[in-house]
């Protein structure tokens, strides 16, 4: 089974990432463990630890989309383009989204990888 893409719904605590290729697709949810301390921004080191653990799970997938709402959308690509260059790379866009199901994030995403892939004229994996 070939999963080249991959969609991520991300808030700034859980994130669910689904992989697909052109039949199959896997679903992963992951959720910000809380570091409960005295110490000054310990959100701020949970907040990056969990992302961190969002850019893992991408980890070998050709190109992703990521979705969520504005400020999740803004602090995850900060992060990423400050921590995470090579995943940055791999990123093709970042669209603002509800909360959509499964299913719904799948067909967003599969919407905006045929046109991506078409306009970057990349042939689509078999």
């Known amino acids: 089974?070939?999963?080249?893409?991959?969609?991520?719904?991300?808030?700034h605590h859980n994130a669910q990432v689904v992989?697909?290729?052109?039949?199959?697709?896997?679903?992963?949810?992951?959720?910000?463990?809380?570091?409960?301390?005295?110490?000054?921004?310990?959100?701020?080191?949970?907040?990056?630890?969990?992302?961190?653990?969002?850019?893992?799970?991408?980890?070998?997938?050709?190109?992703?989309?990521?979705?969520?709402?504005?400020?999740?959308?803004?602090?995850?690509r900060h992060f990423v383009d400050k921590h995470r260059p090579q995943t940055a790379k791999h990123i093709v866009g970042y669209e603002v989204v509800g909360h959509p199901s499964e299913n719904e994030l799948v067909v967003i995403a599969r919407k905006y990888f045929v046109q991506y892939d078409l306009m970057a004229g990349t042939p689509l994996p078999n």
Do not use: K, P, W, Y
């Open 1 to 11: 089974m070939s999963l080249f893409h991959a969609v991520v719904f991300v808030d």
């Open 19 to 76: 992989q697909f290729g052109t039949e199959h697709a896997q679903e992963n949810t992951l959720h910000e463990h809380q570091h409960l301390t005295r110490q000054h921004a310990s959100s701020v080191r949970s907040e990056h630890e969990f992302f961190g653990h969002v850019c893992d799970a991408l980890e070998g997938v050709t190109r992703v989309l990521i979705t969520g709402g504005r400020q999740g959308l803004a602090d995850f």
